[in-house]
Structures are given as structure tokens and as C-alpha cells.
């Protein structure tokens, strides 16, 4: 049985799920949903969360996401095997209360049952971006929040920030880079095969394009 990807072989302690709870002083918008794009589908961190108040839609020649609850989106057919490269370039046009993440997800199974598992890499609005891996209802921390100058961040007023994520799965390494600039590198400790989508969290308005892998 192929053992659990970065698990065993990054430790890390269990974290909570990244969602603000019922005392936040920003809790989720009520946002407005519509209908999915054909083929893909969604899951809120929490069983209380209801996707009906996140929005994801065919927008241009991409996808515009707002929320409500932190989510991750997928198409079952996004499916990565050996070695890739996933892209996305999101586009964040106003800060949000608080600095919240977005970025994409790869190695996903089993992502609509309770032992769902896929790790994921998100930048934010100041600069900093993460590395987790979330098995079942825990996340585990690989890399912490961390600025890297290659983020672009926003501000109020100013220019809508694009990021353009990579995650290129190698046969002994995977690389993440933003915007062009390697920002960690990890040895792969086993496959990373698996679904991949997208992942934008508590209160946010963002587009992305430029999505999908290379192999």
C-alpha cells in the first residue's frame, strides 16, 4: 500500500483546519453561489461550511472564485501522474481583512470522503506563502508562512496583485516557484499522484487563469 505522500517523511505537528471560527471577528460572507462549471465539484473545510456560499464560475478565459467559506475546487478529471508541472496565475484585485491564502493543490485523493489527502501551496495578500498537507480533518505544516520577495502583495488602492504559482513534480524533487522564482524545493519522498485543483480561502475575490499541467 503506498504510504501517506509527505506524512512520513516530513513530521510536522497536526494543525487545525485554516477556518475562522463562530467568535471571528470576520466570519464568512454570505456570498451568493451559482452553479459550478460542468465536470468539477467542491468541498468546504468544515461539514457545517455550505459550498451554496462560495462562488466559483467560468469567467474570461479562466475561472473567478469568491469567498465565503474556504474551499477547494476540482475537476475528478485533473489527474497527475509521475512526473508534471501545475500552473495557476491568480489575480487579487483588493486586500481582504486579514491576509487570506489561495493557490492550488496537487496529489489529491479521496477528496469527497472523510480521509481526504492532498497538500497544498498558497501565497497571500502580504508577501508570504505555505506548504501544508491536509490528511482527513488535520493539516500538517511543511513549510510555515513565509515572505519571499517574488509575492506580489496588495494594497489598498493599488494595483491588483498577480501571482503566478508552479509546482513542478520531478522524478527526485518538487520545486514551488512564484511568478518565476524557485521559492523552496523538497526531496519527494514517493509519489505524487493525484487529483489537482484549486484552493482560495475565507473571504476572497480572485481570478485565475492560465491553470491546468504540463507533463
Given amino acids: 500500500m ?10 510536522a505537528a497536526p494543525l487545525g483546519a485554516q477556518a475562522v471560527t463562530k467568535d471571528s471577528p470576520d466570519p464568512d460572507k454570505n456570498v451568493a453561489g451559482a452553479a459550478l462549471p460542468a465536470g468539477w465539484t467542491g468541498r468546504t473545510d468544515r461539514p457545517t461550511q455550505q459550498l451554496a456560499n462560495a462562488k466559483f464560475v467560468t469567467m474570461g478565459n479562466g475561472f473567478h472564485v469568491t469567498t465565503g467559506p474556504a474551499a477547494v475546487f476540482w475537476n475528478p478529471k485533473n489527474r497527475a501522474v509521475g ?44 508577501g508570504q506563502f505555505m506548504i ?3 490528511a482527513g480533518a488535520e493539516t500538517h505544516t511543511i513549510v510555515d508562512w513565509t515572505a519571499h520577495p517574488a509575492i506580489k502583495q496588495v494594497t489598498a488602492g493599488g494595483p491588483a496583485a498577480v ?17 518565476g522564482q524557485e521559492v523552496h524545493s523538497l526531496a519527494k519522498p ?12 475565507h473571504n476572497l475575490d480572485v481570478h485565475v487563469t492560465g491553470f491546468g499541467v504540463d507533463r
Fill in 132 to 134: 501544508k498537507h491536509r
Fill in 163 to 179: 501571482n503566478a504559482l508552479e509546482v513542478a513534480v520531478g522524478d527526485k524533487n518538487i520545486s514551488f516557484k512564484v511568478n
Fill in 190 to 201: 514517493g509519489p505524487a499522484d493525484g487529483i489537482y485543483g484549486l484552493r482560495v480561502n
Fill in 2 to 11: 503506498r504510504k501517506t505522500l509527505f506524512l512520513l517523511a516530513l513530521a
Fill in 83 to 126: 512526473t508534471y508541472t501545475l500552473r495557476a496565475t491568480f489575480s487579487q484585485a483588493a486586500p481582504g481583512q486579514h491576509p487570506e491564502a489561495y493557490g492550488v493543490f496537487f496529489a489529491g485523493k479521496n477528496l469527497d470522503q472523510p480521509d481526504q489527502d492532498y497538500m497544498y501551496f498558497l501565497v497571500r495578500q502580504n
